[in-house]
Nanobody, 124 residues
Framework: VQLQASGGGLVQAGGSLKLSCAAS????????MGWFRQAPGKEREPVAT????????WYTDSVKGRFTISADDAKSTVYLQMNSLKPEDTADYYC??????????????????WGHGTLVTVSS
C-alpha cells in the first residue's frame, strides 16, 4: 500500500487548503481512510476519517464545521478540504488507511498504513 499526500503549504488564518492523498497498491473498496496530524511538540491526533463503506465520517471536535473528508468512488484519492484555517491547525498531516473499519474505529485506533506527511502552516 502506498499513500502519497500532497497539497500542504503556507496559508493565512481564515484561508483554505485542500489536501489530496493518492492511494495505490490494492483495492480500497473496503478500506477506511483518514487524516491524522502532528503539530510540533504535540501528540499525533486523528483529524477526519471515512469509514470503509464510504459513507460514515468522523471529525475531531476542533475541526467540525471547517474540514470535510471525501473520496472518489474507489477511494483511490482521498481529500481533506480545510476551510477557516487557524494557526492551531499547523501540523504535518498524514494520510492513513486500514481495512474494514468504521469511521470512529479508524479514528480511535492506530491505522495500519501511513503515508508521508504534508506540512500545513497557518500564519496569524
Amino acid at each position: 500500500v502506498q499513500l502519497q499526500a500532497s497539497g500542504g503549504g503556507l496559508v493565512q488564518a481564515g484561508g483554505s487548503l485542500k489536501l489530496s492523498c493518492a492511494a495505490s497498491g490494492r483495492n480500497f473498496d473496503n478500506y477506511a481512510m483518514g487524516w491524522f496530524r502532528q503539530a510540533p511538540g504535540k501528540e499525533r491526533e486523528p483529524v477526519a476519517t471515512l469509514g470503509w463503506n464510504g459513507r460514515s465520517t468522523w471529525y475531531t471536535d476542533s475541526v467540525k464545521g471547517r474540514f470535510t473528508i471525501s473520496a472518489d468512488d474507489a477511494k483511490s484519492t482521498v481529500y481533506l478540504q480545510m476551510n477557516s484555517l487557524k494557526p492551531e491547525d499547523t501540523a504535518d498531516y498524514y494520510c492513513t488507511a486500514d481495512r474494514a473499519l468504521n469511521a470512529e474505529n479508524m479514528a480511535l485506533g492506530i491505522p495500519r498504513y501511513w503515508g508521508h506527511g504534508t506540512l500545513v502552516t497557518v500564519s496569524s
